[in-house]
């Protein structure tokens, strides 16, 4: 004879509340201990952040620093080819047959001493902006190393308050995965996505005095009779929040 298998009676929806009740009690306890950690992992993050844009910069300089340094060599190189130049043109100076061949090599030795000069020019222009492109790396590492002492710590401030409250949330987060197979995968979906969309972290809320304990609309007196009959799940027609009445969340413990 085939041994029959034991099936779980399907939940009620007082007993999906109750669990979701529950589950909001401990993800707002999860906040409150994240909201212990206060503006520091934004502050961690944002410090890190700054530190990263900080040596993308001095990448940045140090490469038209590199480009900088190229143009450099080759003015200093074209200097020497035309220093050449001229020579050879002075000595054939010695050996001009007319005037018209003296006047041209002049020509060219002007021309060649103007291009000199042109360079020289240039060579102190990209100069300037090395000393100046390496004057920024100075100025810019020396923030780095300022901000990563904060950064560290703030780290270690942060290490410490994790350390102090990491028992607790991982507690607290093993004990929310033990209560979520209690309710139907659609709900809590449902209820998830209404969490993680409110302001204070909260997607189901009681009944207070005619109104959502969310948002405070007042909440009609129809919807006021079946929110206490439990029979299905009501949420506010203002801020969407499912809700419980007050006799039900007090039996959660």
Do not use: W
């Not at 009690?25 to 206060?38: K, S, V, W, Y």
């Not at 020509?107 to 000069?117: H, Q, R």
């Not at 810019?140 to 409250?165: F, G, P």
């Not at 007196?221 to 809700?243: A, L, T």
């Amino acid at each position: 004879m085939a041994k029959k298998v034991k099936t779980e009676a399907p939940r009620t929806v007082e007993d999906r509340l109750k669990t979701l009740y529950k589950l909001q009690l401990i993800h707002t306890d999860i906040r409150r201990i994240r909201a212990i950690r206060g503006e520091l992992p934004q502050e961690v993050k944002d410090l890190s952040d700054t530190i990263t844009g900080l040596n993308s910069r001095i990448e940045r300089f140090q490469s038209e620093i590199d480009e900088l340094s190229g143009k450099l060599g080759m003015e200093k190189n074209k200097i020497e080819n035309k220093k050449l130049l001229i020579e050879r043109y002075k000595q054939q100076l010695d050996n001009v047959r007319n005037n018209h061949e003296f006047d041209s090599l002049n020509k060219e030795i002007e021309y060649e001493t103007l291009e000199i000069e042109l360079s020289e020019k240039n060579i102190r222009d990209y100069e300037r902006q090395i000393d100046n492109k390496k004057a920024e790396i100075e100025s810019t590492q020396a923030t780095i190393n300022d901000q990563s002492q904060i950064l560290e710590e703030k780290k270690a401030d942060l290490d410490n308050l994790v350390s102090e409250t990491r028992a607790e949330e991982e507690a607290l987060f093993m004990k929310s995965k033990e209560l979520e197979p209690e309710v139907d995968e659609r709900t809590l979906a449902a209820f998830k996505r209404i969490r993680d969309k409110a302001r204070n972290g909260l997607g189901i809320v009681m009944l207070d005095r005619n109104a959502c304990g969310g948002c405070f609309n007042r909440i009609p007196p129809q919807k006021q009779i079946e929110i206490k009959s439990r029979k299905k799940i009501i949420v506010c027609e203002y801020c969407g929040r499912i809700m419980i009445d007050p006799d039900l969340a007090a039996t959660v413990d």
